[in-house]
């Protein structure tokens, strides 16, 4: 049996906790990403904690505080099935490595991104249910949210938390998931009863969650205060205390190349090159282009699977490939008009998130 029932061939950065991104060609499979290949991230060891065992701690200013089961959680609110994309806020670090060392990081590559259909309720129905009202509250109030898993990078050690504002706690898409491509909700993802936040980092979709509080202010646990931050490039992780650099929320705009493999041989002539392109919050993937002359000129990419605005979009294109080496480059625009940087050296940051730049495959023949 393969670890945690993954792929044989996925990449694997760490065994424990498990922390592991599937081959870009197994992405490219399919629109949705099978659980056997779906990343995992990891902070902690993997809690096991069974359905009649979960619960999950509500805490809101003005009420008494509510403590719901599996089974109250399924019975009293309505059940919602939605597809959305996670993506780790160090997907594709390896490309700032080639810049300057990253210590202590994993060098996750561009597989640490997957989509699945999440069914679960929503997180809105189950805070208003408890007499939650933005209105009432004020719109900068937040929505802290705790895990059982107990992670040692932290210092002290302490359980994996993290928060998101109100407002998108409140919103439609925001999930309180327990089943993943219409199965139980797998241990390694969060299983029981795991938060998915479309549209924002996957630090943000909290596992195993056993503990959800409204509160005036960001959660000031270490993920959320210290961890997930973009430090400016002069900084020293070692040294930086919370609220230091860029709280981290919605995904950058970002794509990348999944077939043929990095540095692959191909035939001279037409290759069909496949990739993906995601963009956070609700926007929409418009355009992917793809270069094959440094980006001097650029041709547009055909948008495979549109399936609303928290899904990333695959893609493909058929490029001639000149005897030789051949360096490609690829690009997303969103609905917005924005695009992506063009250099990761722009971007380097200490802890190595972010990376949103172009995507680069060579190619040989």
């Known amino acids: 049996m393969t670890t945690w029932n993954k792929r044989a061939d996925n990449v694997v950065h760490e065994l424990d906790p498990y922390n592991a991104e ?12 099978a659980i056997n290949t779906f990343y995992s991230r990891n902070h902690g060891p993997i809690p096991d904690i069974g359905v009649a065992e979960w619960t999950t701690a509500l805490t809101v200013p003005g009420a008494a505080p509510v403590e719901l089961t599996f089974d109250e959680l399924r019975s009293q609110f309505t059940t919602v099935t939605l597809a959305a994309t996670l993506q780790c806020a160090g997907n594709r670090r390896r490309g700032f490595l080639e810049i300057r060392d990253i210590p202590g990081e994993d060098p996750w590559g561009p ?55 109100l407002t998108k706690a409140l919103s439609e898409e925001t999930l309180l998931a327990f089943e993943m491509n219409d199965q139980p909700l797998p241990r390694i993802h969060g299983g029981p009863v795991r938060v998915v936040v479309p549209g924002f980092i996957g630090a943000r979709s909290v596992k195993w969650v056993d503990s959800i509080t409204v509160q005036d202010h960001p959660s000031d646990n270490y993920f959320q205060a210290v961890a997930y931050r973009v430090l400016a490039p002069d ?7 919370p609220g230091d650099g860029i709280s981290l929320s919605s995904v950058a705009l970002n794509c990348d190349f999944l077939t043929p493999a990095q540095h692959s041989t191909v035939q001279p002539g037409p290759v069909t090159v496949h990739g993906y392109a995601f963009a956070g919050d609700d926007r929409s993937i418009e355009r992917v282009e793809i270069s094959a002359d440094d980006g001097h000129t650029w041709a547009e990419a055909e948008l495979h699977d549109e399936n609303g605005p928290w899904v990333w979009r695959l893609w493909s294109a ?24 063009e250099s990761a050296a ?5 802890k190595g998130y972010v990376n949103n730049s172009w995507a680069h495959l060579n190619l040989n023949t």
Do not use: K
Request: negative net charge; without cysteine; charged residues 15%.
């Open 346 to 350: 722009q971007l380097w940051n200490p």
């Open 111 to 165: 597989g640490a991104t997957s989509t699945a259909s999440w069914r679960g309720v929503r997180l809105g129905d189950v805070l208003r249910s408890t007499g939650v009202d933005v209105d009432v509250l004020g719109p900068g109030m937040h929505v802290a949210f705790t895990g059982p898993d107990i992670s040692d990078i932290a210092s002290p050690p302490q359980r994996y938390g993290s928060s998101i504002p």
């Open 235 to 241: 900084v020293d992780p070692s040294t930086a205390g």
């Open 318 to 341: 058929v490029i001639d490939i000149e005897p030789g080496r051949t360096d490609l480059l690829a690009r997303a625009w969103d609905n917005t008009a924005a695009t992506q940087p």
């Open 22 to 33: 599937p081959h870009t060609a197994a992405l490219a499979q399919n629109h949705l990403t």
